[in-house]
């Protein structure tokens, strides 16, 4: 067989391949072997047939186009490799020669994934959230924590938001009590808005003994207004604990509230240096597509939005729903969601077209042991044997697909580290502040504070 490669407009090439009548004849062969699998003769047991007595009673005619068909996608993908072509799609064929007889020969035309100018990309700057832990954040932790151990006190005075009322609840439409809007001596958060807004509305500055009556829309969009009569019985006010060492010893491990804002700034800490470490690949990412100002192809996109679609059912189906019902129980339109995802996709295809030309650029290899680590790897998450999975990806192409893979991740990777880390206020981040530091701490001492459940 020889190949030669063209290069066409619009991210297409055209592989011309020429196959001598020699050659060919072994798939003619083989064509004649599965067809005497397939039809009955009489004398002859089903795929013992010799390949003469096949000619004479169908012809070589129908073998060939059989070969042909069979023949000519192997040759394709030999051409493919040969030349190192990234195809993307599906190739269009034409066969100019060797239908009747003689050489084949046959022309693939097929797109072919882009190389895009990613200019800038070692001087990115990228956002991320600080490492750093303020005194304000782990005040806020410590009145969240405090909030926990509030206790609600009878107040003789109108009513404030925050307050918590004692009430009876009477809501009913043309006279009739309406079912899951009545109650008695429910107990309120005013401002939660966990009703309906006209309930914190009517209840600010009321005091014990009021009866509000008002007409409200239905808690659910599609009822009609519902008229409720609120009889306030009791107002309570929310008393936080004094943040001091009696507090710390009553909500944690810990003797003195320093020692608990000690606690609390560890750990939150390590908390906010993974979400800045993950932060970093995607901020990275998004801002590396940024630099790709070529149309990348539908095919890629396609394949993406294929992708991912296939992924969210996967796991939908782990939880026993279709991506219809999740549709509806999330109120998104299928035509949105689509175009959404579509979005999504082709920044995710700029992604990898840009890492492909930082890789390309830098000179970013994979070897053959990164290779089979990858090969272990896999047989690791799917249970097999590693050389029954080696053989599988070499079966149906594959192996250069793990490998770009690959090439891509390290791409990222060697971003990662050459990109400039700031944070929100734009001041530069250290690496070192996102190292994790050793876990010292005795697995048994888990601080008591609910606030890091």
């Known amino acids: 067989m020889e190949s030669t490669v063209e290069a066409l407009e619009g991210n297409k090439v055209k592989l011309s391949i020429a196959v001598t009548e020699g050659e060919f004849e072994v798939d003619i062969d083989d064509a004649f072997k599965r067809i005497a699998r397939e039809v009955r003769l009489p004398g002859f047991r089903p795929g013992k047939a010799p390949r003469k007595v096949l000619e004479a009673r169908i012809g070589l005619e129908a073998a060939r186009v059989e070969a042909l068909e069979r023949a000519l996608p192997k040759y394709y993908l030999e051409a493919v490799d040969e030349h190192d072509v990234d195809v993307i799609a599906q190739p269009e064929w034409e066969i100019t020669s060797g239908q009747e007889g003689g050489d084949v020969a046959f022309e693939a035309t097929v797109e072919v994934r882009p190389q895009v100018l990613v200019g800038g990309y070692a001087s990115l700057r990228v956002e991320i959230p600080s490492p750093e832990v303020s005194d304000e954040e782990i005040e806020e932790r410590i009145d969240h924590l405090r909030e926990s151990f509030a206790k609600l006190e009878p107040v003789e005075r109108p009513v404030q938001e925050g307050d918590h009322v004692t009430i009876d609840v009477a809501g009913s439409r043309d006279g009739e009590p309406m079912e899951g809007l009545t109650a008695d001596d429910y107990l309120y958060e005013v401002g939660s808005g966990t009703i309906v807004p006209e309930f914190d509305e009517q209840l600010v500055g009321a005091e014990a003994g009021a009866e509000l009556t008002f007409t409200a829309e239905h808690p659910q969009p599609d009822e009609d207004p519902v008229d409720f009569t609120l009889t306030v019985k009791e107002v309570k006010e929310k008393v936080l604990p004094e943040a001091d060492d ?15 804002r000690d606690d609390l700034r560890s750990r939150f800490g390590m908390v906010k240096k993974v979400q800045a470490r993950m932060a970093v690949q995607q901020k990275t990412a998004e801002a590396l597509a940024e630099l790709v100002d070529e149309e990348v192809p539908q095919a890629l996109v396609d394949q993406e939005v294929q992708n991912r679609l296939q992924d969210l059912a996967m796991r939908l189906q782990a939880q026993g729903i279709g991506i219809e019902q999740y549709l509806a129980s999330t109120g998104q339109d299928q035509e949105a969601f689509i175009a959404d995802l579509r979005e999504t996709a082709t920044g995710g295809v700029k992604v990898d077209l840009a890492l492909r030309a930082v890789a390309e650029a830098e000179g970013l290899e994979v070897d053959d042991d990164e290779l089979e680590a990858e090969f272990q790897a896999v047989a ?46 734009g001041s530069t981040i250290d690496r070192a502040d996102l190292e994790m530091a050793p876990d010292t701490s005795d697995d048994g001492d888990d601080a008591a504070t609910e606030d890091d459940e």
């Open 246 to 260: 009696a507090f710390a010893a009553e909500a944690s491990e810990f003797e003195t509230i320093d020692e608990l």
């Open 380 to 425: 690791e998450r799917v249970g097999e044997k590693v050389a029954k999975v080696r053989k599988q990806l070499e079966r149906n192409g594959q192996v250069s697909a793990v490998r770009s893979d690959l090439r891509t991740r390290k791409a990222l990777e060697w971003l990662v580290e050459h990109v400039e880390l700031v944070d929100e206020g």
